[in-house]
């Protein structure tokens, strides 16, 4: 076999034949020219068969390595004239439009972007993480399913941050499919308003259900005219509990420091109660379990704030009934209004006003919680997330690990798994 007829093969790229080799002291350039006849436009698929003229530089592209060796790809590409988008170079199939990497490059990366952390995605493939970012950007508007959007009933829509200094991501999930479906930028009424545009009056009215935490700015999105209006919205415990953790905490702080005002050493110690406080008590370690039992011999406000917290995770680990719950949870609001802690006052008429929603989350079974192996992805995904600059990236990196999205590696497009 001739040497470019044997590059062709190593190569599979489709539409090309190999003109000839070049081996560099870093790298293996391989020629390549188009196979087919007309030209057609990146940007809209219009193809003609005239072309305007050649560019005057080859195009290069990095290819999936070779051994040890950078494999490049380069072409003389030709330029034509698209009634839209005017004077353009031609589209080549095997990159995507504006990359400097094949497909199946990038393919890879996409791959290894949703497993394995950044220092070994840049280390094994030598590229610097933004550099993945605009990557998985280009892979998540080819892969992503465009089917995601339909039969879409029981929805989460959920708020997570991304970078430090309160840099938020809106992520839509389909409760059913246990699946992210949508994310954008901003956490408010106006980036929810984006997704119901996108999805447009006639599916959204199908939508039955919607959880949420009980920040104000997704309710008023999903009730707008041409939204989800029918939809029964659904607080979700999950967030309800997270509010009295927070309740706690604010607390802890303030008996913290009145303590360091009087005893700094007493002070001192009592900082590390946070960890024992904030946890579930079945998963204390030993140390942490005997500080909780410190605390609870002291009593006083931080023991009943405490109380107070795991009474209402009691409410929701359970598999209770609607009418139960409903009974336990204003139990609840009465005592937490009677014990004088300003922030369980306030998280008590936070819950009262939002009470049916709550309810309503418990009867239907729409809550994140039930999701928490999709949570626990997103987190772990938002963690590695925080070295892109932009959100753009960071949200491709969610939908490609969380959302609708088939990976197919390089070797397995070509040898498929039966054969
Ligand atoms: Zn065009």
Sequence with gaps: ???????????????????????????????????????ICPQCGYSTPSRRDTRPDASTWRHLDLGVWRLEVRAPLARLTCPTHGVITEAVPFARYRSEFTKDFEDLVGYLATTADKTT???????????VGRIITRVM????????????????VDEVSWRKRHKYITIVTNHQRNQAVWAAEGR????????????????????????????????????????????II?????????????????????????????????????????????????????????????????????????????ALRAIFAGDLEEDEVAYMLDRFCSRASRSG??????????????????????????????????????????????GFHSAKAAIALIMLTVGPVTHVLPHERIFSPDG
């Design 1 to 39: 076999m001739r040497v470019t007829a044997a590059f062709s093969r190593l190569l599979a790229l489709p539409g090309v034949w190999v003109r000839g080799v070049d081996f560099q002291d870093d790298r293996v350039v391989v020629d390549v020219v188009l196979r087919r006849r007309r030209l």
């Design 121 to 131: 995605i840049t280390r094994l493939v030598r590229i610097d993480w933004d550099t």
């Design 141 to 156: 508007d080819d892969h992503l399913d465009p089917a995601r959007l339909e039969q879409l009933f029981e929805m989460g």
């Design 188 to 231: 408010d009424t106006k980036t929810l308003d984006g997704f119901f545009d996108e999805l447009g009056p006639e599916r959204a009215e199908a939508i039955t259900a919607v959880s949420m935490d009980m920040s104000a700015g997704y309710a008023k999105s999903v009730r707008k005219e041409g939204h989800a209006t029918k939809a």
């Design 234 to 310: 659904c607080y979700d415990p999950f967030h309800v509990v997270a509010l009295a953790t927070k309740a706690l905490d604010t607390v802890r702080r303030s008996v913290w420091q009145d303590m360091r005002r009087l005893d700094e050493t007493a002070a001192k110690r009592f900082k590390g109660a946070r960890w024992c406080l904030l946890k579930n008590p079945e998963n204390l370690d030993d140390d942490q379990a005997a500080t909780l039992r410190r605390l609870r011999r002291k009593g006083g406000e931080l023991w009943r704030a405490y109380s107070l917290k795991e």
């Design 341 to 386: 802690l300003k922030p369980f006052v306030t998280l008590a008429k936070t819950i009262r006003k939002h009470r049916s929603g709550i309810l309503a989350a418990v009867r239907l079974g729409v809550n994140n919680a039930r999701h928490e192996s999709l949570n626990r992805r997103v987190r772990m995904v938002i963690n590695r997330a925080y």
